[in-house]
């Protein structure tokens, strides 16, 4: 639940200041959350239906609403300006240590490091309603975890994962047999050998000193 608290927290560092909230319940064993009304600002388009959804989710358990949906989603339920959390520029990300290139067009990651360089094959988001985002845009590691299991997919496991832009995700996978095609949710899945080296150069460098680049666009069957 900590991670959640920061999630909050990151997201209320890009609203600039404007908008200022307390979600009790987010510690570990704490009750549910229930947000009164008066805790969403006005809807700047009341008619939006998908709008009216996410505010609803939003009212109805803000816990598993920030577990649930993306920072992108977050800030449109609550009236933040949008923000893609950890975004660095271009001249940054070139300067990392260890540089993830995720390539969406030829479905490859292209690892450069002083330990680990080459290039490998990936699954990125399936279209045309999980497309993996961000391309264009760099970004630095959010959190990393040794064996993550998913709160959005009946807790699937995703081993040596590397979050970045929100719930996207590098990770292991069981299907390796896709690897070279977009199959997955929205998160970039690697082989289990190959999420695994590349975890450890991130973890050996520190995410500080890591960025990750989507680039390119998916191609359609």
């Given at each position: 639940m900590n991670i959640l608290r920061a999630v909050f927290t990151i997201v209320l560092l890009f609203s600039g200041g404007a908008f200022a909230f307390d979600l009790p319940g987010l510690e570990k064993g704490a009750a549910p959350a229930r947000l009164p009304e008066?805790?969403?600002?006005?809807?700047?388009?009341?008619?939006d239906a998908r709008l009216a959804a996410l505010r609803a989710e939003a009212l109805a358990d803000p816990v598993k609403?920030?577990?649930?949906?993306t920072p992108a989603e977050i800030g449109l339920a609550y009236g933040l300006p949008p923000a893609a959390r950890y975004r660095i520029d271009n001249a940054a990300a070139a300067k990392a240590s260890v540089r993830l290139i995720v390539n969406l067009t030829d479905q490859r990651l292209l690892v450069v490091s002083p330990e680990l360089?080459?290039?490998f094959k990936l699954s990125s988001g399936l279209g045309p309603d999980h497309l993996t985002p961000?391309?264009?845009?760099?970004?630095a590691?959010?959190?990393?975890?040794e064996m993550h299991y998913s709160s959005l997919y009946?807790?699937?496991?995703m081993p040596n994962s590397i979050f970045f832009n929100g719930n996207i995700a590098m990770h292991g996978t069981n299907a390796e047999q896709l690897l070279g095609q977009p199959a997955s949710h929205g998160c970039i899945r690697l082989?289990?050998?190959d999420a695994k080296a590349v975890y450890g150069?991130?973890?050996?460098?520190?995410k500080a000193n890591a960025s990750i680049c989507v680039v390119g666009k998916t191609p359609v069957k």
């Open positions: 008066a805790g969403l600002p006005a809807a700047a388009n009341p008619g609403f920030f577990d649930e949906h360089n080459g290039v961000g391309s264009g845009r760099c970004y590691p959010d959190f990393i975890e009946n807790k699937a496991p082989s289990k050998a150069v991130v973890k050996a460098h520190g």
